[in-house]
Every structure is written in C-alpha cells, then in structure tokens.
C-alpha cells in the first residue's frame, strides 16, 4: 500500500527573494484573533493582496523573519 504522505523531501521557495521591492510590497504580521495565529508575509500596496511567506509560532521565528528581509517593525493585521 502506498503512503499517502510524500517520502520526497523538497526544498521550499516561498517565492520571495531576500530582497523585496519596498515601493511595491509592505511587511505584515497578520494575526487571528480567535486563534492566535500569526502569520507573517507581504501585501502588495497596489492591490492590496496579502502574500503569506511563513507562519510564526515563537519570537524567534518573527526574527529570523526579521533578519532574513531586513526589517525592523511590523505592522500588524487583525
């Protein structure tokens, strides 16, 4: 029987690049307020479309994620 679940493992793109186009994109965490959950990523400030690149479970996720795009502060959703 055959697994359901991959063996594969991929190397994930989450299609960003470490570098983003400041003019065009804004950083935001975005946070459930039933859940708690927060999710971290970009909205296009032309459309105003929300592109999720991780989910943030602890402080140290947000600041790799931080650290990784170059940021200082978030803004954050609700």
Known sequence: MK???????RKRDDGFPTDFDRAQYKPVLRCSICTGEQVAGFKNLATGKFEEVTLIRNE???AAFKERYGISELSKEY
Do not use: D, N, P
């Open 60 to 62: 140290q996720e947000l």
């Open 3 to 9: 697994s359901i679940f991959s063996t594969k493992r």
